[in-house]
Nanobody, 127 residues
Framework: QVQLVESGGGSVQAGGSLRLSCAAS??????????MGWYRQAPGKEREGVAT???????SYADSVKGRFTISKDNPKNTLYLQMNSLKSEDTGMYYC???????????????????WGRGTQVTVSS
């Protein structure tokens, strides 16, 4: 069973930065091949994709975060990151880490469906 645990959330003023982390473990997780992603959900809104990264480091981003957020991973540490800069109040929400095996297909926000999810970490941006 793949397990994902997010951390790094908190409260920050608009314009500030946060870095989220997601520790992955369990079998059959493989940091070199799995597709990883970050999603978020604001109160009263649907969950939306933020960014994905595949085993080779290819990334995709939602238009709303391009140029401000960076997804990355440390394979030996089995850890996924989301560096968030120039935060806006609309970035407020619960942020979730997700994982999918390579067999799930194209690792891109427009395509991938993630079977494994973490419990989330809260990000609050005040204006």
């Amino acid at each position: 069973q793949v397990q994902l645990v997010e951390s790094g959330g908190g409260s920050v003023q608009a314009g500030g930065s946060l870095r989220l982390s997601c520790a992955a473990s369990g079998s059959p997780y493989n940091s070199n091949t799995y597709c990883m992603g970050w999603y978020r959900q604001a109160p009263g809104k649907e969950r939306e994709g933020v960014a994905t990264i595949d085993g080779d480091g290819y990334t995709s981003y939602a238009d709303s975060v391009k140029g401000r957020f960076t997804i990355s991973k440390d394979n030996p540490k089995n850890t996924l990151y989301l560096q968030m800069n120039s935060l806006k109040s609309e970035d407020t929400g619960m942020y979730y880490c997700a994982a999918a095996p390579k067999a799930s297909g194209w690792c891109h926000l427009l395509h991938i469906l993630f079977p494994h999810w973490g419990r989330g970490t809260q990000v609050t941006v005040s204006s």
